[in-house]
């Protein structure tokens, strides 16, 4: 009975992580192809890596999107980890509605949407009081950060939502005050979250195409934007090379990230399965 | 032991207290108003709006003349989407793709969710990972990967005609097709993940309970599983469809020049026409079939948050 | 330890003075009509309440009767809907928790995952700014009195339920506070455990005389450890008093069947002189003689409360049995090792328990299911309820 249905499920399994991996395998196997033609094997070679390396425009517009990642990154931890804070810990307050929606839609939002929107508010802000003035680096930060903030306020309110509140109560009895608690227990205390929500912004700022488009200006020309245009005109050993680039660097990034949440994931569900009974 | 008169410091420290709520409330809270729902009026206003020849390319609504305020609103555009077939069609095409693409991503991800959440331990985590890898990867390339796949010079093609199952390359690229694998592909994690933690949450004894009550396997999954998974499948489900109604990249790189996607002719109205209140009304339009969805997902994700509890 | 001794004077003092009974004694903890609304719930409703210095105060009640509320409010973790709260003299309104000379143990215990025992003990007083060989020295005293100083090392996922019960204790108690609040502190330890350290805990609060105020729904726990218990159902607190008070004078059913067992039998007053009373009953059919006068008039509807252990089985209609003497059958028998549990079915078809010791070993069952008996007891183990 069980026997029929496992087979089933991992048949279902090895179906569906062919599916999600062969096609990268494959951009990475022919990356290292001696020809041109994608279909074609002729032989080994590494000539591509280097002809990437040489092409000043993708070095430049790597070096954008790396910048830009950092710093949307690294504002979106400023703004969603506040809005996570509020989701979880500060109850019921007026607008909480507004709020927790302004939170959530962006997840969803089709790219075109928000791309165009914001493109037309920077334009207004523009006319009406001169700043931001034209568009590029500063107005691809803005709209990056406030889509990952979205992406930040949630994992670290799912994270302050697995977490005992009674132990900030605790640091307020025994006599810390609010902001302290907040640097004492509560940021060591959701660090893996913190981290998590950095690296997820910082990939998904990094692999933002279509919003960009919308909000870029001359000289701000993003790795996406970049590999797209190249990327409409048919594949490219290029692109192939860069693509396993960037998929090893992330891949690299992703495990050691996971195991050191995974570690003390661990350490948390360790702590509270312990059972009161078995005195040590 | 503790005063009894306030000194300045505490009253400083309650006043901080009284009001550091708000600080911590406001700064995400002013940022997304002036970032996110800003936006959609000042679209909203634009799409009243006429195309000219000017920087910004759009009419001004309101104009000060010698008495008072001149409003100048346009339903033109509006009147325009639905005369026009073209974008009648790019609409219905998108809902379709996108419906029948969820349709597909969740019968290949349930299982698979299914599979994760019956595995044990490390085999688990293991897995997991794997489906999550992927979508850390750019977005872009996973979507160039299928153009070496698909295409006429394609490494399918080349494979059926090496074997010779083929003697003529199969159309593959710039069908819907191709777009149904393209969304799916992209969007499968985002199926599996809220799918697997409803299912790993699920108490592994209510499926006993049914099988000792004398359920069938099969009917306890239908009867049990299904049913308690089900706010996992509308997550899952409303996270790949809304964003492929709007979606712009897979139809333009996997997409025949037919394959008309509302995403995609927002995208050249704005770029190629340079028509901004058309592309704003286009998008207007998006966003009033997508507000139910985007609500109820919104309705979700607030039930999630408070079972969390 | 001159200090400890002086306190634990202190609160011997407490237990034979008895400051609950001294009009002029002044109160250390005061609720004055305190209401707590969570919106339209009232979870806390008009409670005032006096809680002296040095005693260990118990709020018993079971899950959502407000006890949990009423201790977070004196912790300063739940504002006040209306009334006040004073602590040694000082009204706390507005008092922040992090200045209330309140500490609390939770009952989760609380414990800063990422820090050490000694960290979590010291946190405390890190936050008074206290010299670090000052922290030192009271640390090391505190984990010694907890008997933890093996473990100062340790994370908290590395101990044992009982031994972070321990650490929690002595955080809260290292700033010395001058309430100390403990929130079902012994909810998370299995019986054995919990049994050996209500005494520890009871020992550890007379060594320093602090004033404790406890919430726990268990009321064997209350009853061993407090000097005074308040019971509290749906946001009032139904009687206070010592547990000597509750068990053997329960002013109201709800408290007589919180406390312990009890039969509790409906009847109507129909005789009451000055030194005796007399209820009918249809339930047990028959009339009840009560040894004392019951203030109320004729014809009102009383409840007879009867402890099981206070009730006599006999085989024989005893011969002195001019009051409460009733015929029954024994229906179930409870063997609990150290006593006997046996409901008996009256000839009028009332249910009624009676316990009695097993005192001797190798005596068989005095009684057997279907026995013919004869329920009795002494005119003045009962009390009178009149709600």
Redesign the interface.
């Known amino acids: 009975m069980s026997g029929k249905r496992s087979i089933f499920l991992t048949s279902a399994l090895c179906f569906g992580f062919a599916f999600l991996y062969v096609p990268i395998l494959l951009v990475i196997i022919y990356s290292f192809n001696e020809g041109k033609l994608v279909t074609v094997w002729a032989g080994f070679s590494t000539k591509w890596y280097v002809e990437l390396f040489q092409d000043d425009g993708m070095i430049d517009a790597a070096w954008n999107s790396l910048r830009i990642g950092v710093m949307s990154a690294t504002l979106a931890l400023a703004i969603g980890t506040p809005a996570g804070l509020v989701m979880s810990r500060f109850g019921r307050f007026k607008t909480r509605t507004m709020f927790s929606g302004m939170i959530a839609a962006p997840l969803v939002m089709p790219d075109v949407i928000t791309g165009l929107s914001l493109l037309l508010l920077f334009v207004t802000m523009e006319q009406l009081i001169g700043w931001p003035e034209g568009r590029g680096m500063t107005t691809i930060v803005i709209a990056h950060t406030t889509f990952c903030a979205a992406y930040v306020a949630v994992v670290i309110q799912s994270r302050l939502a697995g977490m005992d509140s009674s132990i900030e109560e605790a640091a307020m009895d025994l006599g810390a005050k609010p902001t302290k608690i907040f640097f004492l227990i509560t940021l060591p205390m959701i660090l893996p979250a913190l981290m998590a929500g950095w690296l997820l912004s910082f990939t998904l700022s990094l692999d933002d195409l279509v919003i960009s488009s919308f909000v870029a200006g001359p000289g701000s020309t993003t790795l996406p934007m970049k590999v797209f245009s190249s990327v409409r005109l048919g594949v490219s050993p290029e692109i192939n090379a860069l693509a396993t680039l960037i998929i090893v660097a992330i891949s690299i990034l992703i495990i050691i990230a996971s195991i050191l949440v995974m570690r003390s994931e661990r350490q948390r569900s360790r702590q509270i399965q312990d059972d009161p009974g078995i005195v040590g | 032991m503790s005063e009894i008169k306030p000194t300045l410091k505490q009253r400083f420290d309650r006043w901080m207290i009284r009001h550091g709520r708000v600080l911590v409330i406001g700064l995400p809270y002013l940022w997304l108003f002036l970032f996110f729902l800003v936006p959609f009026l000042i679209v909203l206003k634009i799409s009243f709006a006429t195309a000219e020849y000017a920087q910004p390319p759009y009419s001004a609504l309101f104009q000060w003349v010698d008495e008072g305020v001149n409003v100048a609103i346009n339903f033109g555009n509006y009147l325009f989407l639905l005369s026009d077939s073209l974008y009648i069609t790019a609409y219905l095409n998108s809902i379709r793709i996108a419906a029948i693409s969820t349709v597909i991503t969740l019968l290949i991800g349930y299982p698979m969710a299914y599979g994760i959440a019956r595995a044990k331990g490390s085999t688990r985590n293991l897995l997991l990972m794997l489906v999550i890898l992927p979508f850390w990867t750019s977005f872009l390339i996973r979507v160039y990967a299928w153009i070496g796949i698909l295409d006429r010079e394609g490494l399918i093609n080349a494979a059926l005609m090496g074997m010779h199952i083929i003697s003529e390359p199969l159309i593959m690229r710039q069908t819907e097709f191709a777009v149904y694998i393209g969304i799916v592909y992209t969007y499968l994690p985002f199926m599996i993940l809220p799918l697997y933690s409803t299912l790993e949450k699920m108490d592994g004894s209510l499926l006993e309970a049914a099988l000792d009550l004398g359920c069938k396997p099969w009917k306890a999954f239908l009867k049990i599983t299904l049913p308690l998974s089900m706010p996992g499948v509308l997550a899952g489900s409303l996270l790949v469809f809304i964003p492929a109604v709007g979606e712009f990249v897979i139809p333009e790189l996997l997409g025949g020049p037919n394959t008309l996607m509302i995403g995609r002719t927002l995208w050249n109205e704005f770029f190629s026409n340079r028509d901004w209140p058309i592309a704003s009304s286009v998008a207007i339009a998006m966003l009033i079939f997508l507000v139910v969805p985007i609500m109820y997902f919104q309705h979700i994700q607030g039930k999630t948050e408070e079972a969390g509890k | 330890m001159s200090q400890g001794a002086n306190q634990q004077e202190a609160r011997e003092c407490v237990q034979s003075s008895q400051p609950w009974n001294d009009p002029d004694a002044v109160p250390f903890i005061r609720f004055e009509k305190v209401t707590k609304k969570f919106g339209d719930f009232y979870a806390v409703d008009d409670v005032s309440l006096d809680i002296y210095r040095h005693e260990l105060f118990a709020l018993l009640g079971g899950s959502g009767c407000g006890k949990t509320t009423l201790l977070r409010m004196l912790?300063?973790?739940e504002e006040l809907t209306d009334g006040k709260i004073f602590i040694d003299g000082?009204d706390m309104a507005?008092v922040?928790?992090?200045?209330?000379?309140?500490?609390?143990m939770?009952?989760?215990y609380?414990?800063?995952?990422?820090m050490s025992v000694e960290t979590n003990v010291a946190?405390?007083l890190h936050?008074?700014g206290y010299s670090k060989s000052e922290i030192k020295d009271r640390v090391a005293d505190m984990l010694a009195l907890v008997q933890m100083s093996k473990f100062a090392k340790r994370k908290?996922?590395q101990?044992?339920?009982?031994?972070?019960?321990r650490v929690a204790l002595a955080?809260?108690l290292v700033?010395q506070p001058?309430v100390l609040l403990l929130d079902e502190p012994l909810g998370?330890?299995?019986k054995k455990?919990r049994e050996q350290t209500q005494f520890e805990l009871v020992n550890i609060q007379e060594k320093l005389g602090t004033t404790f105020v406890m919430v726990t729904h268990d009321q064997e726990e209350a009853m061993t450890m407090a000097s005074r218990i308040a019971v509290m159902n749906e946001g009032v607190i139904k009687q206070k008093g010592t547990p000597f008070e509750l068990y053997e004078y329960p002013n109201s059913r709800f408290t007589a069947n919180f406390l312990g067992q009890v039969n509790l039998i409906e009847g109507t007053l129909v005789d009451d002189d000055e030194k005796y009373a007399i209820i009918r009953s249809d339930d047990i059919g028959g009339d009840i003689y009560i040894d004392h006068a019951v203030q109320g008039h004729e014809g009102t509807t009383l409840w007879v409360a009867l402890r099981p252990e206070r009730l006599r089985l006999c085989t024989e209609k005893p011969e002195d049995s001019a009051h409460n003497c009733f015929g029954g059958k024994v229906e179930e028998i409870g063997y609990l090792g150290g006593l006997s549990t046996y409901h008996v079915r009256l000839d009028s078809g009332l249910r009624i328990k009676v316990s009695e010791p097993n005192t001797h070993r190798h005596n068989e069952p005095r009684y057997t299911w279907e026995d013919r008996v004869w329920v009795t007891w002494e005119t003045g183990s009962a009390s009178v309820l009149n709600q």
Not at chain 3, 96 to 104: A, F, K, L, S
Not at chain 3, 110 to 114: E, V
């Open positions: 912790a300063g973790f000082v507005g922040p928790p992090y200045e209330r000379p309140t500490n609390m939770f009952q989760s609380a414990l800063f995952p990422h946190f405390g936050q008074d908290p996922h101990l044992s339920g009982g031994q972070r019960q955080r809260s700033k001058k998370a330890l299995d455990l």
